[in-house]
Every structure is written in structure tokens, then in C-alpha cells.
């Protein structure tokens, strides 16, 4: 097994620990999976890139199982388009820009929370059939107005 896949199992195996938490982010699971691997003293600097890295593949691993909008969220089918009827745990909370998404249980969300969830798929949706109708109009030399 890669570096890599070690890693990535690690945080599946962190992200499951911390199922009963209302909140989930990219930082705090970083943290634990570093702590995992850490065995002992870091050099300042490369502890500080090896906790930048493996925050990004945090959020890299977050957003595929708890974004909607990901293509490769397992609530799509293989073609990574066609919603599978399942929802997901784990949804987004607004956030400001620059800020770390945050993931929130689903039974835990507030109205408002679940309402901004519903907005953010709509406009998704109607972002890929205005790129669709784009495209299309393209291949016939028209506007897609």
C-alpha cells in the first residue's frame, strides 16, 4: 500500500471515530491523522507542510463524501451524474469566504442550514443546464440566451 493509500485509510478510519460529532473539519482531521503517523520530534517547517498537505487531502476526502455538488460523492452512481436516491450524513454549513467547510450531521441541521443545502443543490443544477444549453447552442451557431 502507498504513502498515499495509508493516509487516506487513516482518515477513513479517523473520519469514522468521529461519527458521533456534530461537526466535522478538514483541520481537526488532519490534525488526527498526523497525529497517527507522528512518531516523535518534526522539524517546525515540516510539520507545518505535512499538516498543510494533509488538510488539503481533508478536504479533498470531506467534500467527496459530504458534498453534494462533488461529482464523485458516493450519493451519485458510477457516472458520478445520477443521484442515488441516498443522502448523504454529512452536509456543508454556510461559511464565509476564506473560512474551512465544516460538516455538519444531517440530523442535525437547523431549517435554515437544510434550506441553504437545497439552494446551493438547485443552483448547482441549474449551473450545469445553462453550461449544457451552452454547449449545444455552440455546435449550431446560435446563443444559448
Keep these: 500500500m502507498s504513502q498515499h493509500q495509508q493516509i487516506v485509510t487513516e482518515m477513513q478510519r479517523q ?3 468521529l ?4 461537526l466535522v473539519g478538514p483541520k481537526a482531521l488532519a ?6 503517523f507522528a512518531n516523535g ?21 470531506l467534500a467527496k463524501n459530504n458534498d453534494p ?3 464523485d460523492n458516493e ?7 445520477l443521484f442515488s436516491g441516498k443522502l448523504q450524513d454529512r452536509y ?34 441549474r449551473s450545469r443546464q445553462e453550461h449544457a444549453d451552452a454547449l449545444e447552442a455552440e455546435a449550431y451557431g446560435r446563443s444559448a440566451a
Design 41 to 61: 520530534e518534526v522539524e517546525p517547517h515540516v510539520q507545518y507542510a505535512s499538516l498543510e498537505h494533509m488538510t488539503n487531502m481533508a478536504r479533498r476526502f
Design 31 to 36: 490534525y488526527k491523522v498526523y497525529q497517527h
Design 69 to 71: 455538488d462533488d461529482d
Design 15 to 17: 473520519y469514522d471515530r
Design 92 to 125: 456543508p454549513v454556510p461559511r464565509r469566504a476564506g473560512e474551512e467547510p465544516l460538516y455538519k450531521k444531517r440530523s442535525e441541521l437547523t431549517p435554515e442550514e437544510r434550506a441553504w443545502n437545497v439552494d446551493q443543490l438547485r443552483k448547482a443544477a
Design 75 to 81: 450519493i451519485y452512481g458510477a457516472q458520478g451524474v
Design 19 to 22: 461519527g458521533d460529532a456534530i
